[in-house]
Structures are given as structure tokens and as C-alpha cells.
């Protein structure tokens, strides 16, 4: 199997996807520790690549890690992707260092190596709206991949890493190249987004992670994923008093709601808008 089948990224859907959840997503205050109860929440959303049988969601995790949860991921086979997305709008030179946790079962029938999470950062390497790519780091090229425990994976200027994009065959999946090296190269790259995700060619498994971290200008943000816990049931008189539970009607839909499925609107709208202005035929190279 060729393995560059094990981490699809479709570059232009993923850029306008991010583009407008940075319409409606919370700023990203540096310096926090954050805890996630829902996906989507908190900026986090199924990535945009998730195919129909790939899924995340946050659960009860196999061992206790950060928390006693995690996300989970889950592919149903070989040709599905699964993972967790956010914007992330700055310069690349800004992206110090970063880490992440995985779990993995070793149940996919394969290499364990392929069901550990990886991370990865969709840029444009070129600055402004020039060169597409996605920057992955994999745990399996930078430390030893072992089935039933929680593993933390660091990115700083040694990790091995790779981009999607061919340019010339520098830095790609077959000549990996230092985090260093790919910000010397690519001085003017802007980041988009981040995606923790397991990619196709893994059988049907489902791996976990948990505490995103990444530091950018001198500041950390830690995403923990844990449950919401549930609120006890209102009581009145010793009679359970049941919220309402129907949304659809705009007369009860919460002003908030409704908000902010107006800033969705808009941002989709934007985003058709930017897309049939911008698009022009590629030209294919010889």
C-alpha cells in the first residue's frame, strides 16, 4: 500500500472550510488551559477531511491520561479519515513548539505506528494565498508508537517533519525534513489551521487523543478534552420540571442560538464569495 494514502489532505476544501470557521470560532486567547466538552466546541469541529465512516467525539477513555476523557477516533477502514480541526490564523515563524497525546489499542490489524494521531498545521508556505500545503508530524518518525498507553509527542526545532505539497522535493514524505528547516525555508508562511487526525490506510480502530498543546510568541495554549458533567434535574414541589427540548421553532430558539447560526450563514456566504471571485484554472506542470 502506498503510504502517502495514510494522510489525505484535500488543500482547498480544508482552506475555505477553516476560513469560515474563523468566522464564528472563539479568538484564541494564548496562555490558557482549556477544557473541551463537545466537538464542535470551543473552536474545535470535525475536520472538514472526515469521511463517512470516521468520526470523533469525546469519551470515556481506555486509561486515565490528562483526564479521565479523550476524543476519540474511529475509522470504519483503510479509506477513512478521522479527526478534530480549529483555526489558527498567524505567522509560521510564530509557531514555537507544540505536543500531543495519543492512545492506541494496536487492534487495526496493522503497523500500531499508523494509529497514533498525528499533527498537522495547513499554511499557505508562501504567505498570503500562495502554496497550499499542510505541515504533518507524525509520533512514528520522531518516537516508538506502543499499544496501551498514553504517549506525548513533542514538536519543537528537532521533530521530523513533512508537507503535502511537493515543491521541488524539498521536505516531503520521502525526505522528511527538520521543523527548523521548514520555517527557514518558508519565512513567510501563514498558518490556517489545526488538525489532529488519523489518516487513511489504517483498518478499522479506534485511537485516542488528548492534550493538544501548542506555544506561539511565548505563549501556550492546552486543550483538555473531558465530558460535560450532567446538571442534576430542576425540581419544583417534588415534580421533575423538564426544559424545553424543541430548538426548531424560532419562537423558542435562544437568541444566542440563533446568532450564531446567522454568523454561519455569513460565513459561508463569504466564503462562496471569495472562492468565485479568487478561482482561476491551475496550470499543470510539465
Not at 489558527?88 to 497514533?116: C, H, K, N, R
Not at 498570503?128 to 506502543?146: C, E, K, Y
Amino acid at each position: 500500500m502506498n503510504h502517502s494514502s495514510r494522510n489525505r489532505v484535500s488543500g482547498v476544501g480544508l482552506a475555505v472550510a477553516l476560513a469560515i470557521i474563523a468566522l464564528v470560532a472563539p479568538t484564541i486567547a494564548l496562555g490558557a488551559t482549556i477544557t473541551v466538552d463537545s466537538i464542535p466546541g470551543d473552536g474545535w469541529v470535525n475536520s472538514p477531511d472526515n469521511t463517512g465512516g470516521g468520526s470523533a467525539e469525546i469519551v470515556e477513555s481506555p486509561s486515565a491520561g490528562l483526564g479521565d476523557d479523550s476524543v476519540a477516533l474511529t475509522v470504519a477502514a483503510d479509506s477513512d479519515f478521522a479527526g478534530i480541526s480549529r483555526p489558527i490564523l498567524a505567522p509560521l515563524s510564530d509557531l514555537e513548539s507544540g505536543s500531543w497525546m495519543t492512545f492506541v489499542t494496536g487492534e487495526s490489524g496493522g503497523d500500531v505506528q499508523y494509529e497514533a494521531a498525528s499533527l498537522r498545521f495547513a499554511m499557505y508556505r508562501l504567505g498570503g494565498t500562495d502554496g497550499f500545503t499542510t505541515l504533518v508530524v507524525d509520533r512514528g518518525r520522531n518516537a516508538t508508537v506502543s499499544a496501551g498507553n498514553w504517549e506525548t509527542t513533542d514538536l519543537a526545532d528537532g521533530t521530523t517533519v513533512w508537507q503535502t505539497t511537493d515543491d521541488g522535493g524539498f521536505c516531503i514524505m520521502a525526505t522528511p525534513c527538520l521543523f527548523s528547516e521548514f520555517k527557514t525555508n518558508y519565512p513567510d508562511a501563514v498558518l490556517l489551521g489545526l488538525t489532529v487526525a488519523m489518516g487513511t490506510g489504517v483498518g478499522a480502530v479506534t485511537s485516542y487523543v488528548d492534550g493538544i498543546e501548542f506555544t506561539a510568541d511565548g505563549a501556550s495554549d492546552t486543550w483538555d478534552f473531558e465530558l460535560a458533567a450532567a446538571p442534576p434535574p430542576a425540581s419544583t414541589g417534588g415534580e421533575v420540571t423538564v426544559p424545553p427540548t424543541d430548538l426548531a421553532s424560532p419562537g423558542t430558539q435562544p437568541p444566542s442560538i440563533r446568532a450564531q447560526e446567522a454568523l454561519v450563514v455569513l460565513g459561508v456566504l463569504l466564503a462562496v464569495v471569495i472562492v468565485a471571485t479568487s478561482w482561476r484554472p491551475s496550470r499543470r506542470r510539465g
